[in-house]
Structures are given as C-alpha cells and as structure tokens.
C-alpha cells in the first residue's frame, strides 16, 4: 500500500519511517509554506502495525506525561490520501509529457533490493531498462533508466516492490560538456580518484587508429607508454587525428562517461589499453589502398612482440571510405587471416579476436538527402568473415540544448542510429552484416523537418586529446559502437580468461537482443527472406555485457570449446567428424510449463583460412577453409534417425532419408545461412515438444581444405565454440538448478563419417 502524507511544517521525512516493519518513506517535496508531502510505502503485513498505532493514539490510554501515546508520529501528520502518480514525480511539472502514451526515458528511484523485482517487471510490461552500466548506485537506491510511457509506469508504480522516486531521466553529456575547462579536470580526477587501476598482466584493447594522448587523467593509469605504438615510427604515436584515437581510447576502457562521472561509486577496471597508429599525421603521405592489408597485419603483430602472452582484443573503426563490402577484398582476407592465426608467421600464434565498424552514413545536414540505412552498404573491410562488425542503434532522444529548442529526435530509441550502415543491399550469398549493434547516438531534426543536425546531448561523452584544455569531448557513430564492443569483448576476457575469441565472439552475439521496435520489425516480416533482410539491418541485436557473461535462473546456458577434424584425405576425400551434443533438458520443468513458449538460442563461432579469388566472391565454399553447421534432433525423430540425417555414413548404401518435418520454429532456418563463420539462430515453441529435441549435431560443410589442399592441411583440426540457451518468461520456473552444473561444460560425442 502507498500513502501520500501532508506533514506540519519542519518535520522530518524520517520521522514517518519504521525500519523493522518495513514502513518507509518514499519521494518527498517541500511546498513554499515548508509544509512537506511525502509517499509512504507500507508493506501489506505492516498495515496492521500501522493500524494498531491509530488506535493508540485516538483510544489508548494517555502516557504518564498525559499526552496520546504515538503522538510524535501521528500528529505532524496533516492530511492523508491514497498515492497518486505525482506521489511520486519529483520534477519539475513542465518535464512531463503531455500524451500519456509518448514513450521518453524515466528515472525510476527504487529500492537496492527490488532491482531484480524491477528489471522482471519491466520485461513483462513490454517496457525497457537501461543496462546496469548506465545505472546509479547509492546506499539505500538505485536508480534505472526506464523507456516506456506514463501509462505503463502508473502500472508500476503500484506493484508489490517500493518506487521511492520518479523524475524524467537527464543523463546527458551536456552537463559535463557545458562545464568550463577547471571544472572537466576536476570532474575527471574524482572519477579516477574512484577507480581502482588495472595491472599490468590485464587483457587489453588494442586501437588501431590515429594513435592515443595518454596524459590524461581518466587513461594514463590504464596505458604506459610502452604500450604506444605506430607502424610508421617517424609518425609518432601521439593522436594527430583530431581526437579520433583518444576519443575511442576513453569509451573502449571505461564506456559512456557520462553515468560514471554522475555516479559515486569506486569502479574496479579489469582491463588495459594499448595503441598502434595506422593512420599518418597530417603533412605525412596516405597509404595506398593496396597496402591497407599489409599494414594492418603489421600493426596487429607490433604489441604482441612486445607482449606475447597477453589477452587482448582489437579494435579498428577505420573503413575504406565509399567502398562497399559486398565482396572479399584483400584487406578484409588480411582480417580474416590475422583472426584465424595464419599470416606469413603465424606459425603456433593462438587465433585473435578483431572488432571492426560498419563505417559510417553520410552526415548530410539537409533532410531529403538522407537515405534509409538499407541503401548505404557496410564499407570495406567489415565484411570480413572472422571479425566482429559492430553498427549502431541509439536509444539517445533527450534533447537538452536552448539552441536546439523545438528540435526532436531523427531515430525513436531502440532503432538504428542514423549513423550507421547495413549489409541489406548485399549478395544473399555473403555474410550477415552487422553482427551485432551498440550505442552510437543520433541526430536532431529541425522544427520545419528540413535540416538535421548533430546535438551533443544525443551522443556519447569520451576522453579529448586536449587534456589542458578540454578533457571531455562528444563522440559518436559506429566509432562509439565499435569502442564500446571492444569494451564488452575485453570484459568477457577478464572474466573468462579460459575462453577463446571465437568463444567470446559468440557469448557477445548470443547475450545480444533485438530492440521492441526491432523485434517488432520481426513480427511483421512474410517469409524468410524478409526475416534475412532484417538480420542484414540489425544484425543478432544490442549486446549487454550481464546477458554475455552470466545466466539468470531462468536462462539456462551451455558453452562449449573443441576441436573437430571435419575431413579426410585417405582412402577418398570427404567428411571426417561430426559432434553430437546430448542437451541436459529439466523434463519436470517443461513439462510444468507445458504449451507455454521457450527460446531456445544456439550460437556457433569459428574462425576460416580465406582464400580469396575470382570465384569467392560467389561461391563461399572457395572462400572458407571449412565451414560449420549445427542441427537440432526433430521431434518424433530417433537418436538413429537423427544420426542418419545428418551424417550420410550412417546410412545403408543406397538408403534415402525422407526426414522428419521440423514445422516453423525456428527464426531463420538453415536455408538462410550460405556464409561466414558465425551462425545463430532461435527457436521457439512449446516447452513440452521440446522434450524429444534433446541433441545438437556440429557438423562440417564444404570448403577448399576438402577439395583443393594438400593431405595436411585437408587433415588439419579446426576450433569452434558453441553456446546453447534455454530461456522462459515464467520466472516462476526454475530451469537451471534442475541442471547438473558440470554437463554444462560437457564436450561433444564425437562420431566419425567414416
């Protein structure tokens, strides 16, 4: 129950509190008399309690000093009345939207203990909170960033769980970009006052691009200057790219500035930063197009001389301007090779995890000029199978400049960012492009709808060059996206040191999901090939770091490593290992959750040797060095039969299959996928037809180590990881304690075509 209280003046909000029973104060505002109103929130096995204190007050008997018992709590309160909705609101009226069913983001104020009650709720009203990275953390509350209208947080409000304070969300970078030069140094020196530096034996991003400034207080810690470098030494290693370098350098170690300079809280950094300049200062010659490939492999292998055995994640937004990615080129193969350990000696070097942007889309200011992200290609070398290609979505739509009074977001949030690109335009036998999205701001459209302009408050705040003079900068586009995956990527890595990149590659596109007004895109698509398109323009979704690193109880995951030898040489060429996956499925929970839907999200990573050549660009089976499937057991279909459908050696000779039909679960299909090493896809259905489904098959495609390679290299092994979820909106359920924790991690059974 929630009451609002009109209090005498001078009393104290505290006053109302009953810590043992629960009863607890909740947003407070002071009236120009300084009378005070006030929510109380009152747990329903408090109401008694609060009851009892009525009655002693109005009938009991008087203390010994002849005054009512409970007076002190009982008198200062003038009125009381149900709560209403401005209960709560504790902003300025002006900041409310007039339509109630406008969707802008909310400060939601709760209670430390009820964030989980609260991000439960928030899934089941079709509402969206922020990602904890952009939450503020107090003693007693946090505070979420909610998107969703006033008609939905009405709902909430009067939930179980205590709201203690609304207010419309502000978090923009404007109100650090605003600041005068003394006052960013002194926000940026208590923000690194608050951290507790990496070591040296960290993971670490590594930028490649327009070189970094390190004498900064918020990235010095976290770069020595040993870990500055250029592929060129006459450039220097210093940022001589207006920013560019040490711009990425500050979102790729820390994220968003703008939350974590707002905040409070001490911030444990888990990894390091180190730079390699491919880009030449101003004055020096551009490289040639042709040696974009060489250059980029020598700058990977620079910090891995220095330091060999450090984990570490690439990180590279520099695309070939205006030229599109629709076909292998020489320096996305370079990326491919760099990726799956086979440069010019390579001999022995563990594979690398590279992140690449999309590339940008022009930033016209005239309005009918612009072009829908459909039309403007991923550009060169983003294509590249092995990489990570990032592009950007924005949930960026406060707009808080004066100048830009009666301007409105070009993009609703949850929607592509107008900066970026999409692989819609490209060949259905190329890989989907981009594979996964992060924030990369938005643009501001004029009142008269004519012009559209870039406003600091609808990008991302990052680490300027000029630490003297302006330490704080606006950064935005795929650059912040790419930044901030790499981020996430280098994360994952501390927190999983065991894992390869093709691993965390995969938990990053495994965690991620699509926005509403994406996923609503989904629903209304006809066919697989508008399903395609889709994945073309928004890639697997948003990554978030807690969804890629951990399973709640209701999402049970499997992630496996291994190693498969997908052909043989002798006596005839052909297919050599497939892996069969046995799935530790709890029975009893899906049979409770019986016709209710379950997601079941498979996810596989592997890394290809490329051979580009006329053909490959049409024919991915002469591009990849092998290629990978995974299968799913159909139900009513036996283990056998199973076995025989995907493995031909199983079968009798001269035996047909004539399969068993799987129905339309599935997202996608294995009739979309033709190329690349990443494939993902979900199925959804009925918890109790997914009982029979209870096996995973990896098995090898066609690709040149088969047919045109020597008996050693058409013998070699291959690595791939796979990462199986299972996932129900009844969080009622429990999924995962049924689940033996150490199958988790269980290998696959290895069964031969031979």
Not at 107 to 133: F, I, K, T, Y
Not at 500 to 510: D, F, I, S
Not at 575 to 582: A, D, L, V
Request: with cysteine.
């Amino acid at each position: 129950m929630f009451l609002e209280l009109e209090l005498a003046r001078g009393t104290p909000v505290e006053a109302m509190e009953r810590k043992r029973d629960g009863v607890t104060p909740t947003a407070a505002r002071v009236e120009n008399d300084d009378r005070r109103t006030v929510g109380l929130f009152v747990p329903n096995e408090a109401r008694p309690v609060l009851d009892q204190i009525l009655r002693d007050y109005a009938t009991g008997p008087l203390t010994p000093a002849g005054e009512p018992q409970r007076k002190g709590f009982v008198e200062p309160i003038e009125q009381v009345r149900r709560a209403r909705f401005e209960t709560f609101w504790t902003d300025d009226d002006a900041r409310l939207p007039e339509d109630p069913t406008e969707r802008i983001w909310w400060e939601v104020w709760c209670v430390r203990s009820a964030e989980v009650e609260l991000d439960a709720l928030v899934n089941r009203l079709d509402a969206r909170a922020a990602a904890r990275d952009h939450r503020l953390y107090f003693p007693e509350t946090v505070v979420v960033p909610v998107l969703t209208d006033r008609v939905t947080i009405e709902l909430m409000l009067f939930s179980r769980f205590a709201i203690t304070e609304l207010r419309r969300a502000s978090d923009a970078p404007t109100v650090f970009l605003d600041s005068d030069r003394d006052e960013q140094i002194g926000w940026s020196r208590e923000l690194a006052e608050r951290i507790v530096w990496p070591g040296s034996d960290a993971p670490a991003v590594c930028l490649l691009d327009t070189g970094v400034n390190r004498a900064h207080d918020l990235l010095e810690p976290a770069v020595s200057s040993g870990e500055l470098h250029a592929v060129n030494a006459s450039w220097g290693v210093n940022d001589t790219g207006a920013g560019h370098g040490t711009g990425m350098a500050g979102l790729a170690l820390h994220g968003d500035l703008t939350t974590h300079l707002a905040s409070m809280d001490a911030r444990n950094l888990q990894h390091r930063l180190e730079s390699v300049k491919i880009l030449p200062p101003p004055g020096h010659s551009k490289t040639e197009e042709r040696f974009y490939g060489p250059v980029t492999q020598s700058a990977i292998v620079i910090p891995e001389i220095e330091r060999p055995t450090r984990a570490r994640v690439f990180c590279m937004a520099v695309t070939n301007d205006k030229m599109s990615g629709a076909r292998p080129t020489t320096w996305s193969a370079a990326l491919d090779q760099a990726a799956a350990g086979v440069m010019i000696g390579d001999e022995g070097t563990p594979r690398r995890l590279i992140v690449t942007s999309t590339g940008n889309a022009p930033n016209h200011i005239e309005r009918d000029r612009l072009v829908d992200a459909d039309h403007i290609p991923i550009e060169d070398p983003a294509q590249a199978w092995n990489v990570l290609t990032v592009g950007g979505y924005t949930d960026k739509i406060e707009i808080t400049e004066a100048a830009f009074a009666g301007y409105r977001p070009l993009a609703e949030a949850g929607d592509l960012s107008p900066h970026t690109r999409t692989s819609t335009s490209w060949a259905r036998k190329s890989p989907f492009k981009p594979d996964l999205l992060m924030e990369a701001g938005n643009r501001a459209l004029s009142p008269s709808g004519t012009d559209v302009l870039n406003a600091d408050s609808l990008g991302l705040l990052s680490t300027g060059p000029d630490t003297d003079r302006q330490p704080l900068i606006p950064f935005r586009a795929t650059s912040a996206a790419t930044a901030s995956a790499a981020r996430m990527a280098a994360r994952l890595m501390a927190a999983h040191p065991d894992y390869w990149p093709e691993t965390v590659r995969a938990l990053m596109v495994h965690g991620a999901e699509w926005t509403p007004p994406m996923r609503a895109a989904f629903d209304r698509a006809e066919g697989l090939r508008e399903t395609a398109a889709l994945l073309r323009r928004y890639g697997y979704g948003v990554a978030d770091f807690e969804r890629a690193n951990a399973s709640a109880t209701n999402h049970v995951a499997l992630v496996s490593q291994a190693a498969i030898q997908p052909y043989r040489a002798r006596p005839a060429r052909g297919f050599k290992e497939c892996h069969f996956y046995p799935l530790p499925w709890p029975r009893e929970a899906l049979e409770r959750l019986g016709d209710a839907d379950v997601e079941l999200k498979i996810t596989l990573s592997y890394f290809i040797e490329p051979n580009p050549g006329i053909s490959a660009g049409i024919d991915p089976y002469r591009y990849q060095s092998f290629g990978l499937r995974f299968d799913l057991r159909r139900r009513g279909e036996s283990v056998r039969e199973f076995a025989k459908r995907v493995n031909m050696a199983e079968r009798s000779e001269g035996e047909r299959i004539t399969g068993v039909v799987d129905g339309d679960h599935w997202l996608f299909g294995p009739s979309s996928i033709s190329a690349g090493s990443l494939h993902c896809d979900v199925w959804t259905g009925p918890a109790a037809s997914l009982l029979t489904r209870d096996t995973i098959c990896v098995r090898p495609i066609g690709g040149w180590w088969r047919n045109r390679a020597g008996v050693t290299t058409c013998e070699r092994q291959a690595r791939y990881a796979l990462v199986v979820s299972l996932k129900t909106d009844e969080v009622e359920v429990d999924l995962h304690t049924p689940v033996d924790l150490a199958v988790r991690n269980a290998s696959g059974i290895e069964i031969g075509f031979d």
